[in-house]
């Protein structure tokens, strides 16, 4: 059923090509033997990520669904190039006019016929852009909810079903349909009537944060049909994690902290008072930094925010106004200057950093001023019940500023998912408070919420173990349970510290309606039966996170890729603004970090680049490879490596010093000790080293009957992501064993290669 619908869709896309014949691409059947072959020639890239297939293979059978993905995780691919290769346009339903134009300036450099209808046109264009869509000249068409249910739009809607067809509705920021997730928007409520009216069309919902209540009210407000569910993991692991105490002298520590870190980053702030007076000192201290809040006028906005997605200026100072529309992959750093409203919130906010995959860090100050502050912009909410569940997130993400457990765990906890383990990337990971065994006092407090019959929040129970004579308590007679008064010998921060604890750890559960009620699970009475011990860690530490980078070591490439990079960014940016297009739409920065190590100098060699599709090849490729030849002749450098010589050439000093350790007969956590770095790292130079050629024996790291697993695991699904292999693989099998099986893999498969091109 796949392989027809998506025959039959490529010869519809012979006549649904762009307007611009010069981005049109010679297609016939056979250009598209799979799928991979369609996201290369359209999109530059060999492989789908993690789930993106699935999806798109459920879009191409005409099925619903629901696909939540993290930020970055390519959830707009899973509806762009099923378009492509289906009959009609598909509508895209998207919340804010900067995130489609960024969609659609991105589609159009790819050559795909992309365009959008909203209130940044003149009539003049919205006719012409009508125009072209009935004549089928456009596959993708980007809308806001309001406009979709306007009375003007409806007619064009019917018409091009009539006539073009519709092939899909996709729902981007699908959060926005249900009242319990963090950014609410009524305009989606209404966007059932597409399933009411179009019965037939396949519809997508997708959003990046979803709880399971949420994911429920999208499906039942949509009404989707048997839709199928695609929930990748919610961990972003380039996320470094932390939380900072907010002193008197907030914007002391704040200078220091943006002067460290390098590449463009986003400071959000509770007030639009805030935003001004914070930008204007970083102005006033020689960094390029602009305000962004809803007091501007809408040119001011929209100037500022262009001039920061162009590279322009390096500071985006915001109210949680900015970000939900921006398509910027590059992102450093993202610093919460004020305490976050929700752990929704803040997951939304600070996946802003680090969308293209690369290392980015997340900064939280904690000052507990600003709590009253959030609490009067709740109070200021005119529905009790909308307030009573505003308070309980509040409460969450106190929780989670507050807490010593992994803040992986607690993010990824709130989503419903597991996590074991500790991530190794965030400050209470990287910076580990002490470690006591409270579990007898956790059987104490889960006995106090057996006793109180599941009814009571954390507060209630707290007071009856400390013997509290509240009056609500002893009316409710809890003075006479046999809990009440056994928990004297402990602070009331103790038990409030064991209690974030349980709850992190998922010992014990709490209702998400508002009201915090506690509820025992299967862990909570393995515990109250002895089977299960609790771990807590007894530091309430927020003391300078900002020394975590002190033992982190950051891999600094080589003089010449450095040098080379920095010349291909400026041509980036001098392209870009030529065309009036942010940077990442010409390159994305990856993969001007992979020209930078391989410096290809072909137009055969450039079409290997990770994002070099057929448009881009022949957009860019001559004017990057006439930059790259010139600065090889310049250096004196070889050139159009191949990937394994890229490696051999991107070893820097701290692989080498791992390399000496090593030589000397330490084991990886040794050297991990050794160097004060993290066990991955150290796992990650070793895994380079063996690609590199240097004598690393595999026998000593992994051991030969789990290399055996691994590799017949790679033999199997092929050379994919190291999640995509530990998911087959199973929890038993850790990233570092994987990535350094892989490694050597890929080092024989060079060899053999090699050895056949030389017969």
Same mark, same amino acid.
């Given at each position: 059923?796949?392989?027809?619908t998506?025959s039959q869709?490529?010869q519809?896309?012979m006549?649904?090509?762009?307007?611009?014949?010069?981005?049109?691409?010679?297609?016939?059947?056979?250009?598209?033997?799979?799928?991979?072959k369609?996201l290369?020639?359209?999109?530059g890239y060999d492989?789908f990520?993690?789930?993106?297939?699935?999806?798109i293979e459920d879009?191409?059978?005409n099925?619903?669904?629901l696909?939540?993905?993290?930020t970055?995780?390519?959830?707009?691919?899973?509806?762009?190039l099923?378009a492509?290769?289906?009959i009609?346009?598909t509508?895209?339903?998207?919340p804010?006019?900067a995130?489609?134009?960024?969609q659609?300036e991105?589609?159009?450099?790819?050559?795909?016929?992309?365009?959008?209808?909203?209130?940044?046109?003149s009539?003049?264009?919205? #006719? &012409?852009?009508? $125009?072209? +869509?009935l004549?089928?000249?456009?596959?993708?068409?980007y809308?806001?909810?309001?406009?979709? *249910? !306007?009375?003007?739009?409806?007619?064009?809607l019917?018409q091009l079903?009539?006539?073009?067809g519709?092939?899909?509705?996709?729902?981007?920021?699908?959060?926005c349909?249900?009242?319990?997730?963090?950014?609410?928007?009524?305009e989606?409520r209404?966007?059932?009537?597409?399933r009411?009216?179009?019965?037939?069309?396949p519809m997508l919902?997708?959003t990046?944060?979803a709880?399971?209540?949420?994911?429920?009210?999208?499906?039942?407000?949509?009404?989707l049909?048997d839709?199928a569910?695609h929930?990748?993991?919610?961990?972003r692991?380039?996320?470094?994690?932390?939380?900072?105490p907010?002193? #008197? &002298?907030?914007? $002391?520590? +704040?200078?220091?902290?943006?002067?460290q870190q390098?590449?463009?980053g986003?400071?959000?702030c *509770? !007030?639009?008072?805030?935003?001004?007076?914070?930008?204007?000192?970083?102005?006033?201290?020689g960094?390029a930094?602009?305000?962004?809040h809803?007091?501007l006028?809408?040119?001011?906005r929209?100037?500022?925010?262009?001039?920061?997605?162009?590279?322009d200026?390096?500071?985006?100072?915001?109210?949680?106004a900015?970000?939900m529309g921006?398509?910027?992959?590059?992102?450093?750093f993202?610093i919460?200057?004020d305490?976050p409203?929700?752990?929704?919130?803040?997951?939304?906010?600070?996946?802003?950093?680090?969308?293209?995959?690369?290392?980015?860090?997340?900064t939280?100050f904690?000052g507990y001023?600003d709590?009253?502050?959030?609490?009067?912009?709740?109070d200021r909410k005119?529905d009790?019940?909308?307030?009573?569940i505003?308070?309980?997130?509040?409460r969450?993400?106190?929780a989670?500023a507050?807490s010593?457990v992994?803040?992986r765990?607690i993010?990824?906890?709130?989503?419903g998912e597991?996590?074991?383990g500790?991530?190794?990337?965030?400050?209470?990971?990287?910076?580990p408070p002490?470690?006591?065994?409270?579990?007898v006092?956790?059987?104490k407090?889960?006995s106090?919420v057996a006793?109180?019959?599941?009814?009571?929040g954390m507060?209630?129970?707290?007071d009856?173990?400390?013997?509290?004579?509240?009056?609500r308590?002893l009316?409710?007679?809890?003075d006479q349970?046999?809990?009440y008064g056994?928990?004297k010998d402990r602070?009331?921060?103790?038990w409030?510290?064991l209690?974030?604890?349980?709850?992190?750890?998922?010992?014990?559960?709490?209702?998400?309606d508002?009201y915090?009620?506690?509820?025992?699970?299967?862990?909570?009475?393995?515990?109250?039966?002895?089977?299960?011990?609790v771990?807590v860690?007894?530091?309430q530490?927020?003391e300078?996170?900002?020394?975590a980078?002190s033992?982190?070591?950051?891999?600094?490439?080589p003089?010449?890729?450095?040098s080379l990079l920095s010349q291909?960014?400026?041509?980036?940016?001098?392209?870009?603004?030529?065309?009036?297009?942010?940077?990442?739409?010409?390159?994305?920065?990856s993969?001007?970090?992979?020209m930078?190590?391989?410096?290809?100098?072909?137009?055969?060699?450039?079409a290997q680049?990770s994002?070099?599709?057929?448009?881009?090849?022949d957009?860019?490729?001559?004017?990057?490879?006439?930059?790259?030849?010139?600065f090889c002749?310049?250096?004196?450098?070889s050139s159009d490596?191949?990937?394994?010589t890229a490696?051999t050439?991107?070893?820097?000093?701290?692989?080498l010093t791992?390399?000496?350790?090593?030589?000397?007969g330490?084991?990886?956590a040794?050297i991990a000790?050794?160097?004060?770095?993290r066990?991955s790292?150290?796992?990650?130079?070793?895994?380079?080293?063996?690609?590199a050629?240097?004598?690393?024996?595999l026998?000593?790291l992994?051991?030969?009957e789990?290399?055996?697993?691994?590799?017949?695991?790679?033999?199997?699904?092929?050379?994919?992501?190291?999640r995509?292999?530990r998911?087959h693989?199973?929890n038993?099998?850790?990233?570092s064993?994987?990535?350094?099986?892989?490694?050597?893999?890929r080092?024989?498969?060079?060899?053999?290669?090699?050895?056949?091109?030389?017969?």
């Amino acid at each position: 059923m796949a392989c027809r619908t998506q025959s039959q869709s490529v010869q519809s896309l012979m006549v649904n090509l762009p307007l611009d014949n010069s981005a049109r691409p010679a297609l016939d059947q056979a250009n598209f033997p799979s799928l991979e072959k369609a996201l290369k020639h359209f999109f530059g890239y060999d492989q789908f990520r993690l789930s993106q297939r699935q999806v798109i293979e459920d879009t191409l059978q005409n099925r619903d669904s629901l696909v939540i993905m993290p930020t970055g995780g390519g959830k707009s691919l899973c509806y762009q190039l099923p378009a492509l290769l289906k009959i009609g346009v598909t509508l895209v339903v998207s919340p804010l006019i900067a995130l489609m134009q960024d969609q659609v300036e991105a589609l159009r450099d790819n050559g795909i016929a992309a365009t959008f209808l909203n209130s940044s046109l003149s009539l003049s264009e919205l #006719r &012409q852009r009508e $125009a072209a +869509l009935l004549q089928g000249q456009i596959k993708l068409l980007y809308v806001a909810p309001e406009r979709l *249910l !306007s009375e003007a739009f409806l007619p064009l809607l019917q018409q091009l079903s009539q006539t073009i067809g519709v092939a899909a509705f996709a729902i981007d920021e699908a959060h926005c349909v249900s009242d319990w997730g963090h950014d609410f928007r009524p305009e989606y409520r209404q966007l059932r009537f597409l399933r009411q009216q179009y019965p037939t069309v396949p519809m997508l919902a997708l959003t990046a944060t979803a709880t399971e209540r949420v994911r429920e009210d999208i499906v039942e407000q949509l009404q989707l049909r048997d839709p199928a569910l695609h929930v990748t993991s919610f961990n972003r692991q380039n996320l470094y994690y932390e939380v900072q105490p907010k002193g #008197r &002298q907030a914007y $002391a520590q +704040l200078l220091p902290l943006i002067q460290q870190q390098e590449g463009t980053g986003i400071i959000y702030c *509770l !007030s639009r008072r805030r935003v001004d007076e914070t930008a204007l000192r970083l102005q006033q201290d020689g960094i390029a930094a602009l305000p962004y809040h809803a007091g501007l006028s809408d040119t001011t906005r929209q100037e500022n925010q262009s001039r920061f997605i162009r590279d322009d200026v390096r500071i985006m100072v915001a109210t949680v106004a900015f970000g939900m529309g921006i398509n910027k992959p590059d992102v450093r750093f993202v610093i919460h200057y004020d305490l976050p409203r929700s752990l929704e919130n803040y997951y939304q906010e600070s996946g802003r950093a680090g969308r293209d995959g690369e290392a980015a860090r997340c900064t939280i100050f904690l000052g507990y001023g600003d709590i009253a502050t959030v609490e009067y912009l709740i109070d200021r909410k005119p529905d009790p019940r909308e307030q009573r569940i505003a308070k309980q997130q509040l409460r969450q993400m106190i929780a989670y500023a507050e807490s010593s457990v992994c803040r992986r765990q607690i993010q990824l906890g709130y989503f419903g998912e597991d996590f074991a383990g500790l991530c190794q990337n965030c400050d209470n990971c990287c910076l580990p408070p002490p470690i006591e065994d409270w579990t007898v006092e956790a059987q104490k407090f889960l006995s106090c919420v057996a006793r109180c019959r599941e009814r009571f929040g954390m507060t209630h129970i707290i007071d009856v173990l400390r013997g509290s004579r509240k009056k609500r308590l002893l009316e409710l007679k809890h003075d006479q349970l046999s809990t009440y008064g056994i928990g004297k010998d402990r602070a009331l921060d103790e038990w409030r510290l064991l209690g974030r604890s349980l709850l992190h750890q998922r010992l014990v559960d709490e209702t998400t309606d508002g009201y915090s009620v506690l509820k025992l699970n299967a862990a909570s009475w393995q515990i109250l039966r002895g089977q299960l011990a609790v771990q807590v860690a007894i530091t309430q530490k927020l003391e300078s996170a900002s020394a975590a980078d002190s033992s982190t070591e950051r891999d600094r490439p080589p003089a010449e890729v450095a040098s080379l990079l920095s010349q291909l960014k400026d041509l980036r940016k001098r392209l870009a603004d030529e065309q009036s297009v942010p940077p990442y739409v010409v390159f994305a920065e990856s993969s001007l970090r992979q020209m930078a190590q391989q410096r290809p100098q072909t137009l055969d060699a450039f079409a290997q680049i990770s994002g070099v599709g057929n448009r881009k090849l022949d957009q860019y490729g001559k004017v990057f490879t006439a930059a790259i030849a010139q600065f090889c002749q310049e250096y004196d450098l070889s050139s159009d490596l191949q990937p394994s010589t890229a490696v051999t050439q991107s070893l820097t000093t701290t692989h080498l010093t791992t390399l000496q350790f090593y030589q000397q007969g330490l084991t990886p956590a040794e050297i991990a000790v050794e160097r004060g770095l993290r066990l991955s790292t150290i796992s990650d130079h070793l895994a380079r080293l063996i690609e590199a050629g240097q004598p690393i024996e595999l026998d000593r790291l992994v051991s030969s009957e789990r290399q055996q697993v691994i590799q017949q695991a790679i033999a199997n699904i092929g050379d994919t992501p190291l999640r995509e292999l530990r998911e087959h693989l199973g929890n038993t099998y850790d990233y570092s064993e994987i990535r350094l099986v892989k490694a050597a893999w890929r080092k024989l498969s060079q060899q053999t290669t090699a050895i056949a091109e030389n017969a």
